[in-house]
C-alpha cells in the first residue's frame, strides 16, 4: 500500500465522519428508497448488510424494508478461523450482538444461522471510496475481497453503498481488488458490467 492509497483514505473518511446526524438519517433513507425503485430485494431474497461506523452511510433502512418483506438479512462477523476472511450471520430485531475488535456491532456466531457467501443474493458492502468504473476501496483489512474473491461469477451481487463524497475519479486498481455490480448513493445509482 503506498502513501497515495493511505492518504486519500485518511481524507475521505474524515469528510463521511463530518456529517451530521440529520444528514446521516437523510442519507439513509435516500439510499433505502433507491433499492426500493430498483426492485432488488423480496421475500426470497438472501441480503447481507452491515452496521455503519466510522461515518459510513447506513443501510439501516435497508434492513428494515427487508426485514417488511420477510427477506433474510445477514451481517458480517470476523472470521473466527480464516484470517482476514468474513463470515455471515442472521440479523434479526431480537439478535444479541457482541462487540468486535474495531467496536462494530456483529451478531453471536452459531452454525444454523450462518449463510454461505455464495449464496447471499445481495451483498450491500461498505466502502471508503469508489470510482464510476466500479472499483472500491475499504478500510484496508481486505476482508471484502477475500471473502468475495471465490465467488465472483456466481449469482452473488456486490452492490457498494456510500455517500456521494466517496466518490473519486479514478482509483488505482489492486490484483486483488473485486469489482462491484452496482453503487448506490443518495442521489446516483450507478451500474456496472
Ligand atoms: N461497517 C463495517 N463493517 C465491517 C467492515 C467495514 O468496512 N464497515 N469491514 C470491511 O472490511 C470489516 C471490518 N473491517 C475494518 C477494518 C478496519 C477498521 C478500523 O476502524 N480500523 C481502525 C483501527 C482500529 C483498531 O485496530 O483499533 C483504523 O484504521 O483507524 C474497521 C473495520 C467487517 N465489518
Ligand atoms: N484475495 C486476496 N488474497 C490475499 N490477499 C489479499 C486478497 N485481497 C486483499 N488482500 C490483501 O489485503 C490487504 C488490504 O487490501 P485492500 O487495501 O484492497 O483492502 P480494502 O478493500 O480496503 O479492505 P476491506 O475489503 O476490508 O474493506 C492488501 O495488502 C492485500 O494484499
Request: include cysteine; hydrophobic fraction near 40%.
Amino acid at each position: 500500500m503506498n502513501l497515495t492509497r493511505v492518504e486519500l483514505r485518511k481524507h475521505i473518511r474524515k469528510m463521511r465522519r463530518a456529517l451530521s446526524t440529520e444528514q446521516q438519517l437523510t442519507a439513509s433513507h435516500q439510499i433505502a428508497l433507491q433499492v426500493k425503485q430498483l426492485g432488488l430485494m423480496n421475500a426470497r431474497c438472501k441480503i447481507a448488510a452491515f452496521i455503519a461506523n466510522d461515518g459510513e452511510i447506513s443501510p439501516q433502512d435497508i434492513i428494515k424494508d427487508a426485514w417488511q418483506l420477510d427477506a433474510s438479512v445477514y451481517l458480517p462477523v470476523l472470521h473466527p478461523f480464516a484470517e482476514n476472511h468474513l463470515a455471515f450471520f442472521s440479523f434479526q430485531e431480537n439478535s444479541k450482538m457482541r462487540i468486535n475488535k474495531y467496536n462494530i456491532p456483529e451478531p453471536y456466531i452459531s452454525c444454523p444461522t450462518i449463510c454461505p457467501v455464495n449464496e447471499l443474493d445481495l451483498v450491500f458492502v461498505p466502502l471508503v471510496a469508489f470510482d464510476k468504473q466500479g472499483n472500491r476501496m475499504g478500510m484496508g483489512g481486505g476482508y471484502y475481497d477475500r471473502t468475495f474473491a471465490q465467488v465472483k461469477n456466481s449469482k452473488t451481487r456486490l452492490i457498494g453503498l456510500a455517500h456521494d463524497c466517496q466518490c473519486v475519479e479514478k482509483l488505482p486498481v489492486e490484483s486483488w481488488d473485486v469489482p462491484l455490480d452496482m453503487l448506490i448513493t443518495p442521489s446516483q445509482i450507478y451500474s456496472f458490467n
